[in-house]
């Protein structure tokens, strides 16, 4: 959010964010339905009859920045997501700012619909760990300790063959799990940092090999193509946006990974002016989805090239990233139960060994 808002203006973003979607939506129609009626006026009705809840708050907010700004897409900056403005702005420099809080509104939803499969993966995979993390701990601190006090003066573990391993792990486990749990949260705070902002050498090799990165570039890669279509569409009175224009708006308010996305497809661009999907191979989508827009772009001229990828992606893209999240579940639950089951057997193994040294100590005596 802007420096400079106060946390009741603050506090109503944040809970906008979630459900701006169906505002754009909203506004959109209405401005359908009322096409001589100012943005302006409009705004006053939500400021008016939401009084006290969030999109009343915001909306006497932005009321009062138009006043400076002279825009909405200006007036909002700082109480939306960055990503939202470049098509606002550009739908609203081009004269029509319903198609572009339209379009917003379609993409949003659709991506919302990737969010929430993203969030059952990350949730199921929590409670898999969770799950493994909570078992290994019990046999590390319950139930060793048992079973070595029990053989404690009865055997050499050495005659415990391959189970002496597992007690091993159990020891290894308990004198150093705080380097695991602190490995664990340097892993998953970088990860979750570098999937928008690390741009580095292996960046490109990430997002091609690692699953969380790739699931994160295809979502960021729908969002984009989506948003580039929408401020490439024509607009009332036949205004288009050029695509070296269009790219450098959502530049401006772009992320660390999708501005340095953008400077590749532009310097693309530049290198080659007639070029049309060609541009597009920087590792923004996958080759599957790359392919595609090679093939779109065969026969159709840009505008209508980015139209066409632009629904195909947010088509393919929900069922697509349920795919992907489908398969680190079952891989996540598959690791965790072989490790599960290795653990229990071995605990059979060891104790087998165990009996077997016993009743050979025994024979020996």
């Known amino acids: 959010m802007s420096n400079g808002l106060t946390w009741k203006i603050r506090n109503a973003a944040a809970g906008f964010k979630k459900t701006r979607a169906t505002f754009y939506l909203d506004l959109a129609s209405t401005m359908e339905a009322s096409r001589s009626e100012a943005v302006t006026k409009l705004l006053s009705k939500y400021a008016t009859r939401y ?8 909306s006497r907010h932005w009321l009062e920045r138009i006043q400076h700004t002279g825009t909405f897409a200006e007036s909002i900056r700082g109480t939306v997501p960055k990503e939202d403005l470049a098509v606002l702005a550009a739908s609203e420099s081009a004269g029509d700012l319903r198609l572009g809080l339209q379009k917003l509104g379609e993409t949003l939803l659709v991506l919302k619909t990737c969010s929430s499969e993203i969030m059952k993966m990350l949730i199921s995979a929590f409670l898999v760990v969770a799950i493994l993390h909570l078992y290994i701990a019990m046999q590390t601190w319950m139930v060793m300790p048992k079973l070595e006090a029990a053989m404690h003066g009865k055997v050499d573990f050495n005659q415990l063959g391959k189970g002496a391993f597992l007690m091993t792990g159990a020891h290894f486990v308990a004198n150093w799990w705080w380097v695991w749990v602190a490995f664990v949260v340097l892993l998953i705070g970088w990860t979750i940092w570098a999937l928008k902002n690390y741009t580095g050498k292996a960046r490109k090799w990430l997002d091609r090999h690692v699953l969380p990165f790739q699931i994160a570039r295809d979502f960021n890669g729908a969002a984009f193509f989506s948003t580039l279509s929408t401020i490439t569409a024509p607009h009332a009175g036949g205004n288009v946006v050029q695509l070296n224009t269009a790219l450098m708006q959502l530049h401006r308010n772009a992320y660390p990974w999708l501005r340095w996305q953008i400077e590749m497809i532009l310097e693309n661009l530049n290198a080659r002016p007639n070029a049309k999907g060609e541009i597009f191979d920087t590792g ?21 090239m980015l139209a066409e990828i632009g629904k195909l992606i947010l088509k393919n893209s929900p069922d697509e990233i349920k795919s992907r999240a489908t398969f680190v579940r079952v891989i996540l639950m598959a690791i965790s139960l072989t490790m599960m089951l290795a653990i229990y057997f071995g605990q059979y193994a060891l104790t087998d060994a165990f009996k077997a040294a016993v009743q050979l100590k025994a024979l020996s005596h």
Request: charged share 30%.
């Open 51 to 58: 009084k006290n809840e969030t999109i009343g708050v915001l």
């Open 284 to 304: 923004i989508v996958n080759k599957r989805t790359y392919y595609r827009i090679l093939d779109i772009s065969d026969y159709a001229a840009v505008p209508e």
